[in-house]
Nanobody, 115 residues
Framework: QVQLVESGGGLVQPGGSLRLSCAPS????????MAWHRQAPGKQRELVAA???????NYADSVEGRFTISRDYTKNTVYLQMNSLKPEDTAVYYC?????????WGQGTQVTVSS
C-alpha cells in the first residue's frame, strides 16, 4: 500500500503559476512512472503529465510548454510546475504512482484559475 500526500492547489488568476507536490509514503526509487491527472466538472479524468523512473516525460498537448513534471529524489517528491495558467486548467488534480503492477492515487487537490 502506498499513500500519497498532495499539496499546492489553490486559486490563481489567469497567467499565474502554481506548483503541485506529491509525496509518497515510500521511496520514489521504488516507484515506476509517476503522473498527474486532472478532472474538470462534467469531464473525464485525463492525463496531464508523466515521468518515468528513467526521467522520460510526456505531456498532454494542452499543457505542453506550460507545465513541467519533475522527480526530486532528495525530497522524495514529484512536482508539477504549472505556468501561464488558463481558466480551462481548472480541475481537481490527482497524483498517480505505479508500484509494481499496481497504480495508487492521491486524494486530489483543487486548482481554480479565475479572475
Amino acid at each position: 500500500q502506498v499513500q500519497l500526500v498532495e499539496s499546492g492547489g489553490g486559486l490563481v488568476q489567469p497567467g499565474g503559476s502554481l506548483r503541485l507536490s506529491c509525496a509518497p509514503s515510500i521511496s520514489i526509487f521504488s516507484l515506476g512512472t509517476m503522473a498527474w491527472h486532472r478532472q474538470a466538472p462534467g469531464k473525464q479524468r485525463e492525463l496531464v503529465a508523466a515521468i518515468t523512473s528513467g526521467g522520460s516525460t510526456n505531456y498532454a498537448d494542452s499543457v505542453e510548454g506550460r507545465f513541467t513534471i519533475s522527480r526530486d529524489y532528495t525530497k522524495n517528491t514529484v512536482y508539477l510546475q504549472m505556468n501561464s495558467l488558463k481558466p480551462e486548467d481548472t480541475a481537481v488534480y490527482y497524483c498517480k504512482v505505479r508500484f509494481g503492477s499496481v497504480d495508487y492515487w492521491g486524494q486530489g487537490t483543487q486548482v481554480t484559475v479565475s479572475s
